[in-house]
């Protein structure tokens, strides 16, 4: 079994940035591929980033892309998400996931392991 906790969550204004965090706990996530993903409210959940086991590839959603960073540090089993110039759209829960596999992939089925989400709420 796999835990994981998401942080960093908050209110911020548009513009403004915010790093969310992933801590994985109970087994290692260095051999696979990791993920965020967000949903907001009457909304479907939705890709926003990916990563490779070894960090080599990243694909983002397209709303997403130039603004926002995945990273992970395998050592200490964690995954951050950087997010800059924040837009009232992206306001939503985001969730962190493992998959399944060790290469990047946006396919939410891909994913078996979740995290239980953090708020990032980005006023006007």
């Known amino acids: 079994q796999v835990q994981l906790e998401e942080s960093g969550g908050g209110l911020v204004q548009a513009g403004g940035s915010l790093r969310l965090s992933c801590a994985a706990s109970?087994?290692?996530?260095?051999?696979?591929?990791m993920g965020w993903f967000r949903q907001a409210p009457g909304k479907e959940r939705e890709f926003v980033a990916s990563?490779?086991?070894?960090?080599?590839?990243?694909n983002y959603g397209d709303s997403v892309k130039g603004r926002f960073t995945i990273s992970r540090n395998n050592g200490q089993n964690t995954v951050r998400l950087e997010m800059n110039n924040l837009k009232p759209e992206d306001t939503a829960n985001y969730y962190c996931a493992r998959a399944r596999r060790s290469s990047v992939t946006v396919q939410q089925y891909d994913y078996d392991y979740w995290g239980q989400g953090t708020q990032v709420t980005v006023s006007s």
């Open positions: 990563i490779s086991w070894n960090s080599y590839f990243v």
């Open positions: 109970g087994r290692t996530i260095s051999d696979y591929a």
